[in-house]
């Protein structure tokens, strides 16, 4: 059956243009009359919700405004869809003139009516993916319609019509982003595409989540070209000789170092040609022995020119970061004013709770930033930086020093617990670097302050808001033996997340202990090799290494090693932990709030509004209630004077906020936690708001994979506002 629409009216100048699309059965969309060869009438693109985080510019911003502050507590759901899996979604989706596209929690990609959720086509390219993906690019050129897509190591380009991937692009419709590292063989190389790639022009600009530990791939960003999937420019990040930064590392760091990836995502400046680059820490991320320097461009906001890869500015955000200080979140695209005068900038938010403010085009802080003097390393072999650089305004989001007075006062039990622990602990703030024998607490944690889900931007107000863990972690460092046993290598490449006795640190990382009741041999394996959720895969593991490996994980027993190869690592200290500081009965051993949703009007630095967010339902039955709680996904915010929000872990709960004040104006419970950023958009004149619930942060909770979408029950069409645009 065809349906026909009259999609929209378009207002450009003083002339009226009709404009007809035809959208078949199986989502096929001829374009009737349309004025531009791409996707990019501006009437249209209010209405769509085109790229990852709603545009290129990363805002979450929407200008749709028939939901409303009056009438947003009549929101039900309009449809849902059940993708029919298990394992949790972290997924933005595109909406592009009445088709959303969207992944399943093992990656199949998929096209729905966004009017009615009704599927038009699925593509399953046959690997089962394991690892978070977060969302899918657009580009169009004329009739050639492409969304591109990660599944693991690879990169697709599918047909928007059918999904099938075009033949033409790169090899067979996809590309390996193995190749093409300068690592041997490309096959053991470990990364996967977590985030969507940025589209420029004819370029996709990617990165690429990489391991934590070595051996891994270097973190180069590249450019692909969008037709032909031919690789076009990388830059990076582990500076080679004669480039800028080399002097930062180690000489041969470049042959033999890892990661400095860019698995957030990033974001574009289409007027400017610029592309956004934030980036993590260098492999090893807690012992940087093997890496002295600053470490360029870890840890660092880059700025490149999109269409050549060329560096313009950078801001390296932690020199030397021997604490995971990945930069988490896609930069936000704003305008500020400042004496008067409107600046383009750029905000990046940070898991220490930091937001930094830049002009977009030189770097130029736009707040002061100050450097400030940390202690020294005593771990033998590494040499901490001697100063970082902390932004003086907006004041941070999230607490920045655990005190004993800042325990939990849930129950005397637990507070006389975290009290007796805590004094076990260093606990002085950020940047003081490990050692060994004794934890470290890292507070903000390793999670944040921000997260993945990357703030929301209002164009009308200067307003960014940030949804924030707090969560207090801990760790320590452990000399490696640096033999070839399963033990060194369950120490070393293991241990880090599944503890040293295998325990884990439940619900974030399982124990490993009684293993193979839940999994057989060959999915441990396959789990080993490929990774699953936040596990990196260890594809560079010999056969012989990873069957002795598994045996000592299920037996213990430390078996000889077949032949010579090489231990996988010569990492000379491992990490003792990923720990969150929780109580006996598993609730934070710190004082709420543990979440937070903050508004910042970055004109000025100052706080607009600053709320607990989350709650656990158990705890607030007893009374115990707005305690904040652990939060993943991001918030959107629309003209409409909404912020909308899932992201929190326990309750399951999207909300929508008064953006001016904070205040809770409507709410509902998802079948799933909805840790992922929704987005919104409008099909035959009625918005909708879509957000992907699939849980898997809360242990005591199933996981799944559902899209649910929202709308007013009685469409009464209100007049858009006019093309104001941020576009
Ligand atoms: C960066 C942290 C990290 C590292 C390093 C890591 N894992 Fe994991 N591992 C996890 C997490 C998190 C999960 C749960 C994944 C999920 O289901 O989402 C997991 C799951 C597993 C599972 C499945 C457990 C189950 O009950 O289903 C096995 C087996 C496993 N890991 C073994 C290993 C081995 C062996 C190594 C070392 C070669 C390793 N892991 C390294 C974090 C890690």
New binding site residues.
Partial sequence: MEKHRILKILLTGASLLTSALIVTRAGLIASVANPRPQNTAPDQEQQDWPAYGGAPENNHYSTLAQINRSNVKHLTVAWSFDTQEEGGLQANPLIIAGVLYGITPTQKVFALDAATGELLWKFDCGIRGTQPDRGLAYWADGNDKRILVGVMNFLYALDTSTGKPIPSFAKDGRIDLRENLGREPASAQSIVLTSPPVVYKDLLIVGGRNP??LPAPPGDIRAFDIRTGKLRWSFHTIAHPGEFGYSTWPRDAWKTGGAANNWAGMTLDPQRGIVYVPTGSAAFDFYGGDRVGDDLFANCLIALNAQTGKRIWHFQGVHHDIWDRDFPSTPALLTVKRNGKEIAAVAQTSKQGFVYLFDRANGNPLFPIKSQKYPPSTVPGEVAARDQPLPVRPAPFARQLLTSDLLTMRTPEAHQWALETFKKFRSEGQFVPFSVGKDTVVFPGFDGGAEWGGPAVDPETGIIYINSNEMAWTGALSPNTGENSPRAI?MS??S???GEKMAGSPP???S?VG?SE??AFPQ?AT??KNG?????G?PNLTEDQLSA?IDF?LSGENKDLPGSAPPPTSMKYRFTGYHRFLDPEGYPAIAPPWGTLNAINLNTGEYVWKIPFGEYPELAAKGLKNTGTENYGGPIVTAGGLLFIGATDFDKKFRAFDKSTGELLWEATLPFSGNATPATYEVNDRQFVVIAAGGGKDPKSPSGGVYVAFALPQVSPTPKASSNSNH
Avoid: N
Avoid at 532 to 536: A, F, N, S, V
């Fill in positions: 934590e530990t369950y490449q293991c880090v997340c599944h974030a990382i399982p490993l293993v839940r999994l441990i789990t080993i699953r959720g936040r596990m990196p260890f490996l994980v």
